[in-house]
């Protein structure tokens, strides 16, 4: 990076029922508090002037051939963390945006024609139903930390699916494995018997004591009244979609705008099933938005599909080799604002 490049982190304390205000720079959008809109776009037009003037005088501009237009690139991020803090991060980028990771990075003009969202852990929180099978069956959670266990599981899981998907082994397999692998991590180590004991209680506590939050709710009404929407979720068929009912999900979506790996023969991360949905829902991967969780199967799998990807970090895990997301977010609260503004700003 040049010298003119440069880079400012900033953190505001900011109340926890504080509106966020989606604002436009260069064409993409970011959300801020309304207190702070005015000057984060004071911060950027000084440093554009000031970085600007400064290439001109030194004669960069010409020895680089490079239109003033494309030079300066803002990407801003909003991240929740503990106590209310928000953090906004802004890169300034001198140069045109190239290659592959730079064009996720600094999408513009995304059309939002679709709205693509995984299931688990996505709309609904799926550590609710895991606690609770875990605790009736394995014990209590207390001293593991609930969030470390469930990390865990997710990755075994992930891990496992892989080879079920493929047929390598069995789904009733799978499901024993992985919950004998979380447990081994943390040094509990329990019967293929208790294993399937776990599994029973988990599936019914996902046929019964799953719901939608009032937040998802009003996301999902939006999106029904103002864009075309499907889920696309790795698992059984009969499985995933009897979660989708208990959710009551039927409301918006629905059977056939809900993709599930177990009945297409294709699953995430591949890029088949993003394509597929997209299709089926009279779009290209470049016209939807998909919103998930997963930072290999979801923001992984629809990078790799070329699809504009909002990523749910509900758990504040590390992103993979390849997951690139287009935003982030880690608030259910945040994600109809930014649908919102990416919509506007077509």
Excluded at 17 to 35: K, M, N, Q, T, Y
Aim: aromatic share 8%; net charge negative.
């Amino acid at each position: 990076m040049p010298a003119g490049a440069s880079s400012r982190l900033a953190m505001r304390e900011m109340p926890s029922s504080a509106e966020l205000a989606p604002i436009d720079v260069d064409g993409r959008c970011i959300l801020a508090p309304p207190c702070e809109v005015g000057g984060l776009l004071g911060l950027h037009a000084r440093l554009v002037a000031a970085l600007s003037l400064a290439a001109v005088v030194r004669g960069v501009m010409d020895d680089l051939r490079v239109d003033l237009s494309s030079v300066w690139h803002t990407h801003a991020r909003l991240l929740s963390r503990p106590r209310d803090q928000m953090i906004v991060q802004t890169d300034v980028r001198f140069g045109k945006v190239t290659g592959k990771g730079d064009r996720y990075l600094f999408q513009e003009g995304v059309r939002v024609d679709v709205v693509l969202f995984d299931l688990d852990d996505t709309l609904y929180d799926q550590v609710m139903p895991f606690e609770m099978a875990f605790s009736d069956v394995i014990g209590p959670v207390d001293g593991l930390g609930v969030s470390e266990l469930f990390h865990a599981y997710k990755h075994h899981s992930e891990e496992l699916f892989r080879a079920s998907a493929d047929g390598t082994l069995a789904i009733e397999r799978m499901r024993i494995l992985r919950i004998q692998r979380t447990c081994t991590d943390f040094g509990i180590f329990i019967s293929s018997k208790t294993a399937e004991a776990f599994q029973q209680a988990y599936t019914w506590n996902q046929y019964h004591a799953i719901t939608l939050t009032p937040t998802i709710r009003t996301l999902l009404m939006w999106c029904a009244d103002n864009v075309r929407i499907g889920i696309v979720t790795n698992g059984p068929d009969a499985h995933q979609r009897a979660k989708a009912h208990a959710l009551g999900l039927d409301e918006w979506f629905s059977p056939e705008r809900v993709f599930v790996s177990g009945a297409l023969g294709m699953a995430k991360p591949g890029a088949a099933i993003f394509h597929h949905a997209a299709a089926a829902l009279g779009a290209t991967a470049g016209d939807c938005v998909y919103v998930g969780d997963s930072p290999t199967n979801d923001v992984a799998g629809a990078c790799s599909a070329g699809m504009p990807v909002m990523w749910f970090d509900r758990r504040g895990n590390p992103l993979v080799a390849g997951a690139r997301p287009t935003w982030t977010v880690s608030r259910e609260e945040e994600i109809l604002p930014l649908l919102q503004a990416i919509r506007q700003g077509e």
